[in-house]
């Protein structure tokens, strides 16, 4: 989302960008929504702070247009990354505490002081192997993630990755590093505004894109039966 919706100038006193960054160079250098953005030591960061910057993360943007580059006055964190499946490892101590999920890998998820827990657990301890989980929260790299909420869940072997698309070549889509194989998706579990087919979803889906598929869990791989383009408000 961009306010104005059309950038039509190279100037304004004030302008705001949402959604998932999709350039980054730097935490003082990215793009939003096709839109550079600058950070300075006078930009102010709210729900999480300049390091957590990274591509994918989710966030609204708002400053001055200057030749066409945004510099950030503030900067909000949204959470865009939902996880649910096994745990397939748990580190409930040291330094980072963190854990795995089947059928996702290389997907890391760490928490932190701020992470709430549910579904009658407290604590990361309190979470073990095999244990079906579901996790919110936001990007922190290419496959890790910083949880605001960890939810202990009945079992189940539903498997659901939603995040900004890294890359898309038709069948696969990649988010969080874990490549979404789709040709086990029928074209009427294809969804989205003007989403209707595996080739529609390919023609419209892009690096940043915001995604959620669903599959089942056999034991050994995913096998996915759904993909939807999630919408700005979603």
Do not use: C, M, Y
Request: glycine residues 12%.
């Amino acid at each position: 989302k961009v306010e104005p919706e059309v950038i039509n100038v190279a100037n304004a006193d004030e302008i705001e960008v949402e959604g998932a960054i999709t350039l980054f160079t730097s935490s003082t250098s990215f793009t939003v929504n096709g839109v550079p953005v600058v950070t300075n030591s006078n930009t102010n960061f709210e729900g999480g702070v300049a390091g957590d910057l990274a591509f994918g993360v989710e966030v609204e943007v708002e400053g001055s247009l200057t030749n066409g580059v945004l510099t950030a006055k503030e900067v909000s964190f949204r959470d865009n990354v939902e996880i649910e499946g096994d745990a397939a490892t748990v580190t409930s101590g040291g330094v980072t505490p963190n854990l795995t999920v089947s059928g996702l890998p290389g997907v890391t998820v760490f928490v932190n002081a701020q992470t709430q827990f549910k579904g009658g657990i407290s604590n990361l301890g309190q979470l073990f192997v095999g244990n079906h989980l579901r996790v919110r929260g936001r990007p922190t790299g290419a496959n890790t993630v910083i949880a605001a909420e960890v939810e202990k869940r009945s079992a189940a072997p539903q498997v659901i990755l939603e995040g900004a698309v890294q890359s898309a070549a038709n069948p696969n889509v990649t988010v969080l590093g874990v490549l979404i194989d789709t040709s086990s998706i029928s074209d009427s579990n294809f969804n989205g505004s003007g989403v209707n087919s595996s080739a529609a979803f390919f023609a419209t889906v892009k690096v940043g894109t915001l995604v959620k598929a669903q599959g089942d869990w056999n034991g050994s791989s995913v096998v996915w039966s759904e993909i939807e383009i999630e919408g700005e408000d979603d």
